[in-house]
């Protein structure tokens, strides 16, 4: 049987509205409440590591409660504005500059998740250098509960049916409602499963179980280094954007690809100057 009438016979999407609930005129959307659940639940985990002064080095937080508190205003401006201006310029910088308001459309391609880690990140600094926190500590405290919000927010993907996948007959494949009649991976959901659950248990697991927090850096390189791969993983079986497809010319190439290639390299110098530097100390 030919391979394009067996896709047209793979499980339908599932129907499920974007819309979670709605008050008055106000729709509340499933992507808006996995920002919400990645934020707060990142948040209560963090606030953990921080009351934990055994995890850090010489037994002491580098960070109250307080400022914990205080910087989750700084996070969230960091992911939300960071992620929309990376998917404007990394993505759909053509169209915003034929029509500006497109950028406040948050609808047409929504956020990137790179942009969204550069936000972070400056936003990171900014609230370390202002407050004296160890600035490799607070990155180890974000980068240990991020993989909540990429967890949420991939499921939103999943229920909006974007960001699907290629075309394949795998018994798991979904029929997306907005990618024509043809089944397809449901890369939202690899997603999830490796950006979220399986980085966090690992993160977890050298949090706990190796007290990786006492080489500050170290977390970071981890959770940098994993989820570049998961991506590039991922990116062999997600369908790339329309406005960009593939890359110099190959069928396999794509904007992901790119951006996470040097994440890798990154994550890895992390690690090797966390492992430096507690040598020094020893």
């Known amino acids: 049987m030919p391979i394009a009438a067996d896709l047209l016979a793979i499980m339908p999407f599932p129907d499920i509205d974007p819309i979670a609930f709605s008050i008055g005129p106000l729709a509340i959307h499933w992507y808006g409440l996995a920002y919400v659940a990645g934020i707060l639940l990142g948040w209560a985990y963090a606030r953990r590591l921080a009351a934990n002064e055994s995890l850090w080095p010489g037994n002491v937080s580098p960070m109250s409660r307080t400022q914990l508190d205080d910087f989750i205003v700084w996070a969230a401006l ?3 504005l960071g992620g ?4 404007i310029f990394f993505y759909d910088l053509p169209a915003v500059l034929r029509s500006p308001v ?14 969204g880690l550069t936000g972070t990140t400056i936003a990171m ?3 370390a250098r202002r407050n004296a926190i160890p600035i ?42 907005t990618g024509g009649p043809f089944a ?34 170290f977390i970071t390189g981890v959770f940098v280094c994993g989820y570049a791969l998961s991506r590039i993983f991922v990116e062999f079986f997600r369908e790339p954007d ?7 010319g190959t069928n396999w190439l794509t904007m992901g690809m790119v951006l996470s290639s040097p994440m890798i390299l990154l994550g890895l110098w992390a690690m090797l100057r966390a492992c430096r530097q507690a040598a020094l100390q020893l």
């Not at 929309?84 to 998917?87: A, E, K, P, T």
């Not at 497109?102 to 942009?115: C, D, K, P, T």
């Open 242 to 248: 329309a406005q960009l497809g593939y890359l110099l």
């Open 125 to 127: 600094i900014l609230f």
């Open 102 to 115: 497109r950028a406040l459309e948050i609808w047409n391609g929504g956020m990137s998740f790179h942009g």
């Open 184 to 217: 397809r991976h449901p890369s939202q959901l690899y997603e999830a499963g490796l950006e979220g659950i399986v980085l966090l248990v690992v993160l977890a697991a050298l949090v706990y179980g190796m007290r990786a927090l006492k080489s500050p850096g």
């Open 136 to 177: 490799w500590s607070l990155f180890d405290i974000v980068a240990t509960v991020v993989p909540f919000g990429l967890f949420f927010g991939r499921i939103a993907n999943f229920i909006n049916g974007e960001l699907w996948g290629r075309l394949t007959d795998v018994p798991w494949a979904v029929v997306f409602p």
């Open 84 to 87: 929309r201006l990376g998917y």
């Open 78 to 80: 960091g992911v939300v």
